[in-house]
């Protein structure tokens, strides 16, 4: 934790995507946690990384070679992975933690849409991810680039989108099927986050 903060801001705070999905995919309680604590504090961030360690070794211990459940550490990563492409193709720089936080919003959108994310819990996740980044400039002109990186996304099958999205905080379900519209209308819904 001490070299943490020896790293530039913008590299931390790429760092604290990943925490805040390891909370969201798997444990409630750690996100209600989360929720009250500053990232900041290294007595605490020691607890935070043991905690997202030992989340990830329980995940991978159960799928080692990714057939299954370790699916669901791809939560927010199909729209993450597609922003990252697009914006190195546009010749800008964005790091994976900062388009991380854009697919963890949007794939929340999608999973209001399309599974039991409530509404109360959507809005809990924007504060939260709110709170902690600045908002990056996605325009619509980047919709059918992000599409095109999408759609050679691992998770796909037979030509479908497939994501792993949330039913609950603290409980992501993978396979999940989503359309074209839902993708286009989650990207709106991040463009009317940056308007507010």
């Not at 444990?27 to 605490?44: G, T, V």
């Not at 990056?136 to 996304?153: F, H």
């Not at 999205?165 to 990207?187: H, M, P, Q």
Request: with cysteine.
């Amino acid at each position: 934790p001490p070299f943490l903060n020896s790293l530039l801001y913008d590299d931390f705070l790429s760092a604290k995507s990943e925490i805040l999905k390891y909370a969201l995919i798997f444990d409630i309680f750690f996100w209600k946690e989360l929720s009250k604590n500053s990232l900041e504090d290294i007595s605490y961030l020691r607890k935070i990384l043991t905690k997202c360690i030992k989340i990830k070794i329980d995940i991978v211990s159960q799928d080692y070679y990714d057939y299954n459940h370790r699916k669901i550490l791809n939560f927010g990563h199909s729209i993450a992975h597609a922003v990252e492409a697009t914006f190195l193709e546009k010749n800008t720089i964005i790091s994976h933690g900062f388009s991380l936080f854009i697919g963890l919003l949007c794939e929340s959108h999608i999973s209001h849409k399309v599974c039991k994310l409530s509404k109360s819990s959507l809005i809990d996740i924007e504060q939260k991810i709110l709170q902690i980044f600045p908002l990056i400039n996605l325009t619509s002109e980047y919709d059918n680039c992000i599409i095109k990186y999408l759609k050679s996304d691992k998770k796909n099958q037979n030509g479908n989108f497939y994501f792993t999205l949330l039913n609950e905080i603290g409980d992501a379900i993978i396979n999940c099927k989503v359309s074209l519209d839902d993708i286009f209308n989650s990207l709106k819904y991040y463009r009317k986050l940056c308007q507010m």
